[in-house]
């Protein structure tokens, strides 16, 4: 029952733009912080943005500041990740998970199936 679902991932061409989305069901939604990260073929898993649960603070990875936006609705249970100015190194699944605080090392307790985001001419 409990579930972190990803969706809007797809094929873009270099400066482009998408958003993706993370819908949470069956756990307490609004104890969590939201993080999304990003893993490569042959790359370790990186996290690209994090969300308080709140919303009122947030991080990014020095590799997508200024491109990315995170954002939450908790009234949707839901998070999203506006991506622009896309480049071919963005190419990667994108995993949303719950989150116990947007800190390095913070324990994810919840994870999604992941969304494929192809950044390609």
């Known amino acids: 029952q409990l579930q972190l679902v990803e969706s809007g991932g797809g094929l873009v061409q270099p400066g482009g733009s998408l958003r993706i989305s993370c819908a949470g069901s069956?756990?307490?939604?609004?104890?969590?912080?939201i993080g999304w990260f990003r893993q490569a073929p042959g790359k370790e898993r990186e996290e690209v943005s994090c969300?308080?649960?709140?919303?009122?603070?947030?991080i990014y990875a020095d590799s997508v500041k200024g491109r990315f936006t995170i954002s939450r609705d908790n009234a949707e249970n839901s998070v999203y990740l506006q991506m622009s100015s896309l480049k071919p190194e963005d190419t990667a699944v994108y995993y949303c998970?719950?989150?116990?605080?947007?800190?390095?090392?913070?324990?994810?307790?919840?994870w999604g199936q992941g969304t494929q985001v192809t950044v390609s001419s």
């Open positions: 998970a719950a989150v116990l605080g947007c800190y390095p090392g913070a324990k994810a307790d919840y």
């Open positions: 069956g756990f307490t939604w609004d104890h969590y912080a």
């Open positions: 969300i308080v649960s709140s919303g009122a603070r947030v």
